[in-house]
């Protein structure tokens, strides 16, 4: 399989002096995210992209690859360097703040890229919600339908990328412009932005690990 | 005429997760549940279970709460637009104010519910402000949907995520409307309604089994102590 795995690391952040190395269940968020991705992908196909010192002895402890970025890029540019950086057709781009997208979700999304022979997928929460955006309806009129009948609404989770590495570079995003969705659940769509995100989801990792889910 | 009703809608059928409405939860179901958060608020007058399910009306019978028997057509999701499900609901009750607000958001509580009251009597009652009150969680994500990015662009104008607006959705965990006006618009809030911000864990609906799993989680963690 011709893809790269990226993981972004940093050992500070807005919302955790600890980065993406704060603690999460018995170990920090980074190798966390590193473990799920050796669940799918073999060692040499993930690469992880920091200006830490620190974040380069992990990655040679877990074994896999390190891209020494320059200190105080952008993300933007800190992505677009990183995926410079490999030498892979698909570039999947994964993020420490969505702890519970699991293996399983990054093989079966690859799978599909492959399958539907896809030039972007991303992982979307789809919501048939009544939204509200700019003090305005967003999906609903004032002759209200139920829910089961709105225009759906999705959600980038910011927890998985693909993408045609040519493609990322020729657009500057790892986005098309008409990527296709991956829908995930309310508990992998869970993304990380905040302090009170961070405490929550330490407090959530019970359920990650039941299989029993009535799903 | 009572002030404020209280109208907790559930159906016995549930096409996601079966018997959602009264879903072990806590130390009884999601059912029961509202109903005891219900009766902690004392501007709340008056309690309805409006239902098709026998079942579920003998549990509101033995909670000491009134009940309304729905006839199926009003609760197939098919016989009946859903707005004339609210209106059939709301012209059974004889009282100034509805308080809509289902079990599936198990986790609002009586601090919450008053606080509402006080929004509601201020601003659509006194001052005339808004026709109704809803509960909505407040977010900034990027969204899309079938025809591109709605809240962002792509390249060079992406924004990151703390600089977007504000996003809402209603939660569904409280409406309050004058009944007369429920009826009227065949709905649960009118066009111009005071959003009631609520944070993650009181916006928590319950759709499917991982909500379900989620809502239990938080009541363990953070209200049944």
């Known amino acids: ?145 139920s829910r089961e009948k709105v225009e759906p609404v999705y959600i980038d989770t910011n927890g998985c990328y693909i993408i045609k590495k040519d493609l990322a570079l020729d657009r500057q995003n790892i986005l098309s412009s008409n990527p296709s969705f991956f829908e995930v659940d309310s508990f992998a769509a869970t993304e990380i932005k905040d302090v009170k995100d961070y405490k929550l989801a330490r407090e959530m990792i019970t359920i990650f690990f039941q299989d029993d889910l009535n799903v | 005429m009572y002030k404020y009703t209280a109208i907790i809608p559930v159906r016995a059928g549930s096409r996601r997760l079966k018997d959602k409405n009264i879903s072990k939860f806590g130390k009884s179901n999601l059912l029961e549940n509202k ?65 809509w607000t289902p079990v599936t958001a198990p986790l609002i509580s009586s601090k919450t519910y008053l606080k509402s009251l006080d929004i509601y009597e201020k601003y659509v009652l006194s001052d005339n402000v808004h026709d109704s009150l809803m509960t909505v969680e407040p977010f900034k994500r990027y969204i899309w949907n079938e025809n591109g990015p709605i809240n962002y662009e792509l390249g060079l104008k992406h924004l990151p995520s703390q600089e977007l607006k504000e996003l809402y959705f209603v939660n569904d965990g409280i409406l309050i409307a004058p009944r007369k006006k429920m009826i009227e618009w065949s709905y649960f809030h009118g066009p111009n309604p005071y959003k009631m911000p609520l944070d993650r864990i009181e916006s928590t609906d319950i759709d499917d089994g991982i909500d379900l799993e989620l809502a239990k989680f938080y009541y363990e963690k953070y209200v049944s102590k």
């Open chain 2, 35 to 99: 109903i005891d958060m219900l009766k902690k608020v004392n501007s709340i007058d008056n309690i309805i279970v409006s239902s098709d399910s026998d079942k579920m009306l003998e549990m509101a019978i033995k909670k000491n709460v009134k009940t309304h028997k729905r006839t199926s057509e009003y609760c197939d999701e098919k016989t009946q637009p859903f707005g004339a499900v609210v209106k059939h609901v709301c012209e059974a009750v004889d009282s100034e104010n509805i308080i």
């Open chain 1, 1 to 145: 399989m011709s893809f790269a795995i990226i993981i972004p690391a940093q050992e500070k952040n807005r919302y955790n002096e600890l980065g993406d190395l704060a603690p999460f269940g018995n170990t920090t968020l980074l190798e966390w995210k590193i473990a799920q991705c050796k669940e799918f992908a073999e060692l040499s196909q993930i690469y992880i992209s920091s200006d830490s010192d620190i974040i380069k002895d992990i990655a040679q402890k877990e074994e896999v690859n390190f891209i020494k970025r320059k200190t105080g890029l952008s993300y933007k540019d800190m992505v677009f360097a990183s995926i410079e950086g490999v030498n892979t057709n698909d570039i999947i781009l994964v993020n420490t703040t969505s702890p519970f997208m699991k293996s399983k979700i990054y093989k079966d999304m690859y799978t599909k890229y492959q399958n539907e022979k896809l030039n972007s997928l991303i992982s979307v929460e789809k919501k048939k919600e009544y939204f509200f955006y700019n003090k305005d309806k967003l999906n609903f009129s004032d002759n209200f339908v």
